[in-house]
């Protein structure tokens, strides 16, 4: 059972590098949507998608960007790495709303 | 206010114990409830979603309180394995409207 699987799991990254994370489900969920965490500190919504080639910005967009080809598929692209944008980052997905996400196991991610 | 509120603890109690744990929130419109689980450095899972009329899993109990806009966590007969970060959720409609509490930390101690 595959479910929500995200690459990789664990990346260091320079200021100013660029890098996708990759995100897939095989549930045929319509809904996609990518958090961060940081400590002390909810999840916060960074885009998510309602389906293939609709995206929308979440609480915390800047510096990331987001495609949505193929239902199954949802990468999440840091366009220019922060320091700031150093965190655990996790993929979601779910039928439709009001019904409960599945989360793959996270990226997480550093930046030097 | 925050919009969803959990007391982070954390809440160390002994194994066999029964524990609970509040969630409060803000928008008198929500329409979804749901507690996961998180354990250290990993990713959170559905522990069980929160229906109005409550309901039960195994040694989990889970309660909504429309008037007073909360909902709890009870969990009987604590077991070792239920040390981990519980998490509400709270949902009013799409995506935009999705709020994760900071978690609760629960530590059963031998």
């Known amino acids: 059972n595959a479910g929500v699987t995200q690459t990789p799991k664990f990346q260091v990254l320079k200021t100013g590098q660029s890098m996708t994370l990759q995100c897939a489900q095989d549930?045929?969920?319509?809904?996609m949507s990518w958090y961060r965490q940081d400590p002390g500190m909810g999840l916060r919504l960074i885009h998510y998608?309602?389906?293939?080639?609709?995206?929308d910005q979440g609480e915390v967009p800047n510096g990331y960007n987001v495609s949505r080809s193929t239902t199954e598929d949802f990468p999440l692209r840091l366009l220019s790495a922060a320091p700031s944008q150093t965190s655990v980052y996790f993929c979601?997905?779910?039928?439709?709303?009001?019904?409960?996400?599945?989360f793959g196991d996270g990226t997480r991610l550093s930046i030097l | 206010r925050k919009e969803v509120e959990q007391d982070p603890g954390p809440f160390n109690v002994p194994e066999g114990a029964t524990v609970a744990f509040n969630c409060t929130y803000s928008?008198?419109?929500?329409?979804?409830f749901f507690w996961y689980r998180q354990d250290c450095r990993k990713e959170p899972k559905l522990l069980m979603s929160?229906?109005?009329s409550g309901n039960e899993d195994g040694r989990f109990t889970a309660q909504l309180n429309r008037a007073s806009q909360y909902i709890s966590l009870l969990i009987r007969d604590s077991k070792l394995s239920d040390s981990a970060t519980y998490l509400c959720?709270?949902?009013?409609?799409?995506?935009?409207?999705?709020?994760f509490g900071t978690g609760t930390k629960l530590q059963v101690i031998p």
């Open positions: 998608s309602v389906g293939a080639g609709i995206t």
């Open positions: 959720v709270v949902n009013w409609g799409g995506y935009q409207k999705v709020t």
């Open positions: 928008n008198s419109a929500s329409q979804s």
């Open positions: 549930m045929n969920h319509e809904y």
């Open positions: 979601a997905s779910r039928t439709k709303d009001n019904q409960p996400q599945h």
């Open positions: 929160v229906y109005s």
